[in-house]
């Protein structure tokens, strides 16, 4: 049974240099219409894959609250309509950028029962936000979250960058403290993955982007874990850090490899044993939705072995890890039996462990997560 829904909101009002997600700059576009097909979309998904009830609702983008105040009152009013779940009972999150959050758009979002915040701050270091394209400020961010804390919202992760162009150690180390000294629920800190139709791409291209080396990216990284630990929050995935209880249900979601709806130009989902992508652009993805069809780009059939592989590299991203007992639930069958040799030999070199019924990365792991990730590739006998 489907228990998640993401919803793609694709307008922005700047590209940042570093996004390759699928977004267009707002002005210009028809948004009404596409809200309004937004929520034709999510009648006929409900009609074509029923469900229950839904635990989280992940509102993303683009920028969501780049729409304007009647725009986001009629997302809302379209999600809570339309979508099955008790916003009291579910996690309902809303990205969004510090400095475009009014008072008013707040307290929509709170009145409609979304009850978590997710901030793409990725920096404190005001020359660098320019440097990558964010237009919001440092002071915007404590402004941003203490609005949104005075309306009512508790729930706040903010998204933070490390291997940024020209990033210092002492640079990341000032951006985490002054991040942990918000005292929030959770956060989530990424490295920088420099990808094809960016601005970082063509700078990388020509020679321009001046990127920090690896083993300072590395060292980033272990810098990052030491101060979320020093600071009472728990890792639980490879970039993700909580209080007890704030884990993101939305993401947990993913990592556990389970089905979910994706809804909105772009989208992609898993329903139906289905992997499913939308149309991208704007009018490609109304066009079809005018005439009562989904706007399916792609749709792949994931077979057993994939669903395996899928099941050790977006499981192994949890701190926990993957569990020798749900496998064998979702697939009649041992996980060593299937990837015997890759553990024995990801246990070799130090960077799985098998404890208390988990295989779960250690802490070198974490480092080479790739690494590991790969050796659970390909090796499936699909015959």
Same mark, same amino acid.
């Given at each position: 049974m489907i228990k998640s829904a993401y919803l793609h909101i694709p307008f922005c009002e700047h590209i940042c240099h570093y996004c390759d997600f699928n977004k267009v700059f707002l002005q210009g576009q028809p948004v009404d219409e596409y809200l309004r097909m937004m929520k034709r979309e999510m009648e006929m998904q409900l009609a074509k894959y029923p469900t229950t009830e839904l635990d989280t609702v992940f509102v993303g983008g683009g920028?969501?609250?780049?729409? *304007?105040? +009647? @725009?986001?009152?009629?997302?809302? #009013? $379209?999600?809570?309509?339309? !979508?099955?779940? *008790?916003? +009291? @009972?579910?996690?309902?999150?809303? #990205? $969004?950028?510090?400095?475009? !959050?009014?008072?008013?758009?707040?307290?929509?979002?709170?009145?409609?029962?979304?009850?978590?915040?997710s901030f793409g701050v990725q920096s404190f270091n005001d020359e660098l936000l320019k440097r990558i394209g964010r237009t919001h400020r440092a002071s915007e961010v404590y402004e941003t979250i203490q609005l949104a804390q005075d309306v009512g919202f508790t729930n706040i992760t903010i998204d933070l960058i490390y291997g940024l162009p020209?990033?210092?150690?002492?640079?990341?180390?000032?951006t985490l403290a002054k991040a942990l000294a918000l005292q929030l629920p959770h956060y989530s800190s990424y490295s920088l993955i420099v990808e094809p139709k960016t601005v970082f791409y063509n700078q990388m291209r020509k020679g321009t982007l001046n990127l920090p080396p690896q083993e300072l990216e590395a060292s980033m990284y272990e810098r990052l874990m030491e101060e979320m630990e020093r600071h009472g929050m728990q890792q639980y995935e490879i970039s993700n850090f909580n209080r007890l209880?704030?884990?993101?249900?939305?993401?947990?979601?993913?990592?556990?490899?389970?089905?979910?709806?994706?809804?909105?130009a772009g989208a992609h989902g898993y329903t139906g044993g289905k992997r499913v992508a939308n149309h991208g652009p704007v009018k490609k993805y109304i066009t079809p939705l005018l005439k009562g069809e989904l706007p399916v780009l792609d749709e792949h059939p994931v077979p057993l072995y994939e669903k395996m592989e899928e099941e050790m590299f977006l499981g192994l991203r949890k701190t926990k890890g993957v569990s020798l007992e749900t496998f064998k639930s979702k697939f009649s069958v041992e996980m060593k039996e299937i990837f015997g040799e890759s553990l024995e030999e990801q246990m070799k070199k130090g960077l799985l462990?098998?404890?208390?019924?988990?295989?779960?990365?250690?802490?070198?792991?974490?480092?080479?997560?790739?690494?590991?990730?790969?050796?659970?590739?390909?090796?499936?006998?699909t015959d």
């Amino acid at each position: 049974m489907i228990k998640s829904a993401y919803l793609h909101i694709p307008f922005c009002e700047h590209i940042c240099h570093y996004c390759d997600f699928n977004k267009v700059f707002l002005q210009g576009q028809p948004v009404d219409e596409y809200l309004r097909m937004m929520k034709r979309e999510m009648e006929m998904q409900l009609a074509k894959y029923p469900t229950t009830e839904l635990d989280t609702v992940f509102v993303g983008g683009g920028t969501p609250t780049s729409l *304007d105040e +009647k @725009q986001l009152s009629f997302l809302c #009013e $379209a999600i809570n309509e339309t !979508l099955p779940f *008790d916003a +009291k @009972q579910a996690e309902y999150t809303f #990205e $969004a950028n510090p400095g475009d !959050l009014s008072r008013e758009k707040l307290e929509i979002l709170f009145q409609a029962g979304v009850n978590r915040l997710s901030f793409g701050v990725q920096s404190f270091n005001d020359e660098l936000l320019k440097r990558i394209g964010r237009t919001h400020r440092a002071s915007e961010v404590y402004e941003t979250i203490q609005l949104a804390q005075d309306v009512g919202f508790t729930n706040i992760t903010i998204d933070l960058i490390y291997g940024l162009p020209g990033q210092t150690m002492e640079d990341f180390e000032d951006t985490l403290a002054k991040a942990l000294a918000l005292q929030l629920p959770h956060y989530s800190s990424y490295s920088l993955i420099v990808e094809p139709k960016t601005v970082f791409y063509n700078q990388m291209r020509k020679g321009t982007l001046n990127l920090p080396p690896q083993e300072l990216e590395a060292s980033m990284y272990e810098r990052l874990m030491e101060e979320m630990e020093r600071h009472g929050m728990q890792q639980y995935e490879i970039s993700n850090f909580n209080r007890l209880g704030f884990e993101s249900k939305h993401n947990l979601t993913y990592w556990d490899n389970k089905e979910y709806y994706g809804i909105g130009a772009g989208a992609h989902g898993y329903t139906g044993g289905k992997r499913v992508a939308n149309h991208g652009p704007v009018k490609k993805y109304i066009t079809p939705l005018l005439k009562g069809e989904l706007p399916v780009l792609d749709e792949h059939p994931v077979p057993l072995y994939e669903k395996m592989e899928e099941e050790m590299f977006l499981g192994l991203r949890k701190t926990k890890g993957v569990s020798l007992e749900t496998f064998k639930s979702k697939f009649s069958v041992e996980m060593k039996e299937i990837f015997g040799e890759s553990l024995e030999e990801q246990m070799k070199k130090g960077l799985l462990t098998i404890e208390d019924g988990f295989v779960s990365l250690t802490e070198r792991g974490k480092l080479l997560g790739n690494e590991v990730f790969q050796s659970f590739l390909g090796v499936v006998d699909t015959d």
